[in-house]
């Protein structure tokens, strides 16, 4: 990762997220935070559960749990993560993501903790993840899975940050915007690979980001599209190029039946 040619609001999110934990390392020491981690009992099968929804002829949907984001402002208040984890497992949805980001959108560990307590479906936490403090203190908090974002970081850190999620019995979700990254994705473990279609310079989306990057994706690995996917149509689309996994949030977030929105989503694959 070289810090001069990233993007500038992912620069500032990460200055935050450094300063985030610092914070908490001194609030709870790593050593503690890895022994609450291991003590937490085992995870949900993030893999496993989109593998499921593939096998059975439905989209693999990961329905996204965000109050706010840096480019769709306040996006649902009131918000409730119970109401919402339920209406998603309700209509279907294979896994949670749970942003746990404060700064940027809005979200807490409160918001993974408490959408994770109130269904079954296994949960990512959705987060800056650049140290190994996180992946114990998201596994503490009964995430079942993390992100790693290859634009934030070095290929030694990614693989140091999977080792850790993996000695935990967690999924990673391994996100990329272009083919440097996924290249660079491929050299780690995991089979989940996210094609983000979200320009992080402009923070537009476009789906022709994952209709290129899907299909360079080795069929031994899980693609997973994710930002931008509005309709049914949007979700034909990339599976149309091998992407019958997707991770959805505003849309759903935005709309009054947010069980309808989503069951609209799984089935139209
Ligand atoms: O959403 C943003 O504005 C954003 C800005 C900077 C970094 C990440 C950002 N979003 C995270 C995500 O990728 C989305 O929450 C996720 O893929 C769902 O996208 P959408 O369905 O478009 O809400």
Redesign the pocket.
Known sequence: MNADTLPD??LR?LADKEAELRERAAATPIGEMERRARDVGRPRDFTGALCDAVAEGRIGLIA?I?KA????GLIRDPFDPAGLAQAYEAAGAACLSVLTDAPWFQGSPADLVTARSSCALPVLR?DFMIDPYQVFEARAMGADCILLILAALSDAQARELEEVARGLDMSVLAEVHDQRELDRALGLHTRLIGV?N?N?RT?Q?DLATAEALVPQIPADRIPVA????RTPEDVRRMAAVGARCI?????LLRQPDVTEAARAMVQAG
């Open positions: 609001t992912l999110i996204e965000k984001s840096p480019s769709g959705k983000n979200r992080l923070l989306t994710e930002s931008g996917l991770l959805v949030g505003e849309h």
